[in-house]
């Protein structure tokens, strides 16, 4: 079965530093891979999807991610974090067939200023 | 104009109690799923469906009875409730069905089983 690993669950940066967040995931395919925020009280919005092609994806927002297959992963990226950037994030996997998203478990950002 | 819509937000209930969650999409999608968000932020799906039937069930509780009367609603009935479910239910559709498919999220509706 497919799996979704954040392994940071907070992160503090400040406004304006660079970010990274980072997505490890297991599926013995090709995987449908996807980043999500989510604001305090809010639903989730997508930011960005990797499906094939480019391995480098651009989002809304200003976010980027990369997919890289050896190291099975996706990592979000953005150069110039903003105090409105502060949420939770997280990263899901679609597979094959079926219909659903694997999420993994979050990382929060905290933005400084 | 409201993608995918919940009602309600918020629902405070006693154990024990029958409770519904709608939903309701206008994007013309023909996939609507149910997942829940515990109390650490884990998302997990409960069930899909798609052109108003059942494809997925994720060994969610007997409690729990999704019903999709047209493609575009899918509400949530839960019976008996139990602390143990209380959770932020989100609802969600999507174009089509797969992997390769993105979905569009609701505000939530954050259940309190007191």
């Not at chain 1, 996807?34 to 639903?43: C, E, N, R, T």
């Not at chain 2, 108003?52 to 609603?73: C, Q």
């Amino acid at each position: 079965a497919q799996s979704v690993t954040q392994p940071d669950i907070h992160i503090t940066v400040s406004e304006g530093a660079s970010l990274e967040l980072r997505c490890n995931y297991s599926y013995g395919a090709t995987p449908y891979l996807f980043w999500y925020v989510q604001s305090p009280g809010q639903g989730l919005q997508l930011l960005l999807k990797y499906f094939s092609g480019d391995t480098l994806v651009q989002g809304i927002k200003g976010f980027e991610a990369e997919f890289k297959r050896s190291q099975s992963s996706f990592n979000l990226r953005k150069p110039s974090v903003h105090w409105s950037d502060a949420a939770e994030y997280f990263c899901a996997v679609g597979t094959g067939t079926a219909s659903k998203l694997t999420f993994g478990t979050g990382t929060r950002l905290q933005v400084t200023l | 104009d409201t993608a995918v819509s919940q009602t309600p937000k918020y629902l405070v209930t006693q154990m024990g109690n029958d409770k519904s969650i709608k939903c309701e999409q206008n994007l013309g999608h023909d996939t609507m799923y149910w997942y829940k968000q515990d109390s650490k932020k884990f998302l997990k799906i409960m069930f899909s469906y798609n052109n108003k039937e059942l494809i997925i069930n994720e060994t969610v509780p007997n409690r729990f009875s999704p019903k999709s009367p047209d493609k575009a609603h899918l509400n949530l009935h839960i019976n008996s409730l139990e602390l143990g479910d209380s959770a932020v239910y989100f609802c969600a559709s999507s174009p089509g069905w797969g992997g390769n498919t993105e979905a569009f999220f609701g505000q939530g509706t954050r259940l309190t089983v007191v």
